[in-house]
Each structure stands twice: as C-alpha cells, then as structure tokens.
C-alpha cells in the first residue's frame, strides 16, 4: 500500500498533502544537478571582474539577474513539492520530467536578456548594446524584428514549461486512485493546475498578440495579467481551502 511508504515531514512542510515521495530519488538528484547548473551558469555569464568598473556593472544589474534567479528557484520549488507529494516514478513521469528540465535551462537564458532590457530601460541605460549584430549579418536582422523574436522565444518558452508541469499534474490526478488521494490532496491538485493552466495561456495570448499586433511592447504588457489573476485565484483558492477543512 502507498500509504506505508509515507514518511514524517519535517516543520513547515506540506501540512495539507501527505507525502508519497521518500529518500531522493535518481530522479530528483538528476534534477537537482540541472537545476544547479543553470544556476551557475547563469551566475558565470552575469560576472566579469576583470577591473573593478566591471564589478560595479555587475553590481548595478544585479536585480536582472535575482529575477532570473527567483524563476529557476521557482521552478525548482513547484518539481520538488510534486515528486514529494505524488512519488511517481513511471515512465511517462520521467519523459515529461527530462522536457521539463530542457525547457528549463532552456527559458532561463532568455529570461535573463529579457530582464536585462527591461532593467536597462528602468534605470534609463542604452539597450542598443543588447542587439548588436555580428560582423558580415549586413543588418539583414532589425532591432525590432530582434525584439519579436525575444518575445517569442520567451513566450513558447513558458508555454512549453507549464504546460509540461500541467501535464505532470494531470498525471497524477489520472492516477489518484492509485496513490490513495484523499478530496482534500485531489482539490489541491486541481488547484496547483488552475495556475499553471493559467500562465499557460496568459503566455500563449502574448504570443498571439504579438503575432497579430507585430508589437514586442503590446505583448509584453500581456505579462501584467499575472499578478492581477493569480492572486485574486489564490486568495479564492485559499477561501476554499478553509472551508474544507471546516467542513471536516
């Protein structure tokens, strides 16, 4: 039975899931080791200290790159709370988890540009210098068309990330029977989908309006439904939750 593999939690973990995941995994430890990676190599493309003004520049945009950091710990938070909580280790698990990691170290290089120019332009600093082109391209590249394709890039990028982690999620509730969830862990699940299934669209409508408008600026205002949706979603679900567990 599923329920005897489950082990004690330690202080401030999951309260409301019992947790079917116990020692880490090869899975996890695989994952764990891609997640440290990209972390580095994102650490090593933002420093240069060669003399201390490049050490001041570090300095000076290193908001972009605690953006890029907050993501990848993010994404790094929502695979360890799945295997955790849902333990799975078929096949389809692991397939859906490797496209996880790609995409993963994938979005988070275009993150950092992206965040990059968008701190550039916050503190009023040339963002030129982010789309130069290589000697011989004879400019057959545009700084706009330069800027669609960061949009687009980033856009199918989270597309493709939470829709896998959907997906992931939608595995789990397939087999909810199998690993014994109760209506509490089922609800949960629901609702760890209803967020992702919404940044899922809230990026595939940026990319559409980026594909209807050709505007770069338009699709990245898009973005700003994030926080206006997910919060009053997570209040309600919050509210929901509460009842519940009244109810028992």
């Known amino acids: 039975m ?50 201390l003004f490049d050490i001041w520049l570090t300095v000076r945009d290193l908001p972009a790159f605690l953006i890029c950091f907050s993501f990848v710990i993010y994404t790094w938070f929502e695979h360890y709370r799945f295997f955790r909580r849902y333990g799975l280790e078929d096949i389809l698990t692991i397939c859906l988890n490797s496209l996880f990691l790609l995409l993963v170290i994938l979005l988070a290089f275009p993150l950092k540009f992206l965040s990059t120019f968008l701190w550039y332009l916050i503190i009023d600093v040339d963002t030129s210098s982010l789309f130069v082109l290589p000697e011989g391209s004879n400019g057959l590249i545009a700084d706009l068309t330069q800027r669609k394709y960061m949009m687009y890039f980033y856009g199918f990028s989270l597309i493709g ?76 679900h919050g509210y929901q939750i509460n009842q519940f567990k009244y109810a028992k």
């Open 161 to 236: 990330l939470f829709g896998v982690l959907a997906l992931m999620h939608l595995r789990a509730f397939a087999l909810r029977k199998a690993l014994e969830l109760d209506k509490l862990e089922i609800r949960l699940t629901t609702i760890a989908l209803s967020h992702q299934l919404v940044t899922f669209f809230i990026a595939l409508l940026s990319v559409s309006v980026l594909a209807i408008t050709d505007n770069p600026g338009v699709s990245g205002i898009v973005y700003f439904l994030m926080p206006l949706i997910h919060c009053p979603l997570g209040f309600y």
């Open 2 to 51: 599923i329920r005897a593999h489950l082990y004690n939690k330690k202080l401030g973990a999951d309260t409301l899931f019992r947790w079917r995941g116990g020692e880490v995994s090869r899975i996890e430890g695989f994952s764990d080791g891609v997640f440290a990676i990209t972390i580095t190599l994102l650490m090593v493309s933002s420093s240069t200290s060669d003399t």
